[in-house]
């Protein structure tokens, strides 16, 4: 949380945050998404999300790009990760049955 708001201070136009949701609890987890909503809103601040956990990704995120060791293998629009199945594929996982995927 002080590492965001440090990056902040400078006011810059793009913001690169590596899995920010990673050691904090959920409560903190919900007020740092409505946090990058507010910021991104706002269309002077653009953040670039690297985040293992897709349900917090299709939150924030209006595109998606999917890596495979170092290499871009899908592009889109973030709606396009809601169906499961194609979710599934892209990253290649599977769900349980019911269970939404977390990457």
């Known amino acids: 949380m002080l590492a965001i708001a440090r990056a902040l201070v400078g006011n810059p136009c793009v913001l690169l945050m590596d899995e920010p ?3 904090l609890a959920p409560v903190v987890i919900n007020e740092l998404i409505e946090a990058m909503k507010l910021l991104t809103r ?5 953040i670039l999300l690297v985040e293992q ?7 924030l995120a209006d595109r ?7 290499q871009i293998t899908h592009r889109g629009m973030i709606g396009e990760l809601e169906d499961q199945s194609r ?13 939404k995927l977390h990457a």
């Open 42 to 46: 706002s269309k002077t601040l653009s």
């Open 21 to 23: 949701s990673e050691g």
């Open 87 to 99: 979710l599934a594929e892209l990253v290649g996982l599977s769900a349980v049955e019911g269970e």
């Open 53 to 59: 956990r897709i349900d917090l990704a299709q939150q």
């Open 64 to 70: 998606f790009v999917v890596m495979d060791r170092g």
